[in-house]
């Protein structure tokens, strides 16, 4: 029976070659964005251990197996101090990454399908799921409750994508629409500069430039006038496949360090931004990922 239906369904010439080049593709696009997200992730994390004095991550999978640095971390973004184990052994790592996940869920953090083991194992894939839930929630969640006390963590994104189109409005060349490639050439992030800082630079200049000169701009003006990190590099938002959570976190920062208040979040601020993206939030594409539970 197999032989007659490979007769009867044969693959056409070059089939093969097209389905291998796909997956190919998705393949590397995956190991790519995991690449990124491992560098902007640990300057992240860089960003808030040096309120501390203490030594910046390298290498972000193996760097937090122990549980020593994501300790470190929960020290600084909760005010609270945590015993941890000094040996080397399996043991004494375990209990010290538990500590830490204990810590995280009593701060809010909703960790689903992540263990100790995982991380103690180096498993990057959680890992980094662990810091992003981290990122998400001290990040935003926190910041973005205290404007909105009634918001709902699904509409999280929406809401902060809303912000964005809501200020960046009339500004030639942005049409913002996702967290990816959205932001590719740059203008986006000039323009959210430009609506809150118009002293610091002409935008119209800044049309002339190219993407990745824009993207540069806009990062040196960020480090320079709000104290952000330069947690992203040009060339990691200039491609074909942004990552857009490495992309979500700078825009949390820039969220969080732009000056604005509830209103500038209200209802009907940001209305007319929702409706207009209610189709485009249907599409997978552009649906939210479901957050972490805030505190």
Same mark, same amino acid.
């Given at each position: $029976?197999?032989?007659? !239906?490979?007769?009867?369904?044969?693959?056409?010439?070059?089939?093969?070659?097209?389905?291998?080049?796909?997956?190919?593709?998705?393949?590397?696009?995956?190991?790519?964005?995991?690449?990124?997200?491992?560098?902007?992730?640990?300057?992240?994390?860089?960003?808030?251990?040096?309120?501390?004095?203490?030594?910046?991550?390298?290498?972000?999978?193996?760097?937090?197996?122990?549980?020593?640095?994501?300790?470190?971390?929960?020290?600084?973004?909760?005010?609270?101090?945590?015993?941890?184990?000094?040996?080397?052994?399996?043991?004494?790592?375990?209990?010290?990454?538990?500590?830490?996940?204990? =810590?995280?869920?009593?701060?809010?953090?909703?960790?689903?399908?992540? !263990?100790?083991?995982?991380?103690?194992?180096?498993?990057?894939?959680?890992?980094?799921?662990?810091?992003?839930?981290?990122?998400?929630?001290?990040?935003?969640?926190?910041?973005?409750?205290?404007?909105?006390?009634?918001?709902?963590?699904?509409?999280?994104?929406?809401?902060?994508?809303?912000?964005?189109?809501?200020?960046?409005?009339?500004? =030639?060349?942005?049409?913002?629409?996702?967290?990816?490639? !959205?932001?590719?050439?740059?203008?986006?992030?000039?323009?959210?500069?430009?609506?809150?800082?118009?002293?610091?630079?002409?935008?119209?200049?800044?049309?002339?430039?190219?993407?990745?000169?824009?993207?540069?701009?806009?990062?040196?003006? =960020?480090?320079?006038?709000?104290?952000? =990190?330069?947690?992203?590099?040009?060339?990691?938002?200039?491609?074909?496949?942004?990552?857009?959570?490495?992309?979500?976190?700078?825009?949390?920062?820039?969220?969080?360090?732009?000056?604005?208040?509830?209103?500038?979040?209200?209802?009907?601020?940001?209305?007319? $931004?929702?409706?207009?993206?209610?189709?485009?939030?249907?599409?997978?594409?552009?649906?939210?990922?479901?957050?972490?539970?805030?505190?």
């Amino acid at each position: $029976m197999t032989c007659k !239906s490979r007769r009867k369904y044969p693959m056409r010439p070059g089939a093969w070659r097209r389905v291998a080049s796909r997956l190919w593709t998705t393949a590397l696009t995956e190991y790519e964005r995991e690449d990124v997200q491992k560098k902007t992730f640990a300057k992240w994390i860089n960003s808030q251990l040096v309120k501390n004095n203490k030594p910046p991550v390298q290498d972000l999978v193996q760097e937090l197996r122990d549980g020593e640095v994501l300790l470190a971390l929960l020290e600084i973004l909760t005010a609270q101090r945590y015993r941890r184990e000094r040996g080397r052994m399996r043991v004494h790592q375990l209990n010290n990454v538990n500590a830490a996940l204990r =810590a995280l869920e009593a701060a809010g953090v909703r960790l689903v399908n992540i !263990s100790g083991a995982d991380i103690v194992d180096g498993n990057a894939k959680l890992i980094l799921g662990l810091v992003w839930s981290i990122i998400l929630h001290w990040q935003v969640h926190c910041h973005l409750r205290e404007l909105l006390p009634d918001v709902q963590q699904s509409n999280l994104e929406k809401t902060l994508l809303a912000w964005c189109r809501a200020h960046t409005q009339n500004y =030639a060349g942005v049409d913002i629409r996702d967290f990816t490639r !959205s932001w590719r050439d740059g203008l986006a992030l000039n323009a959210l500069l430009h609506r809150w800082r118009p002293q610091l630079f002409d935008y119209a200049a800044v049309l002339r430039a190219e993407p990745r000169a824009r993207l540069d701009h806009a990062f040196r003006l =960020a480090h320079a006038h709000l104290g952000i =990190a330069r947690l992203l590099d040009p060339e990691d938002v200039n491609t074909e496949h942004p990552d857009k959570k490495s992309i979500m976190m700078y825009v949390m920062c820039l969220f969080q360090s732009l000056p604005h208040s509830r209103d500038d979040l209200r209802d009907d601020a940001c209305e007319d $931004m929702r409706d207009d993206m209610r189709d485009d939030m249907r599409d997978p594409e552009h649906a939210p990922e479901v957050l972490p539970r805030p505190h």
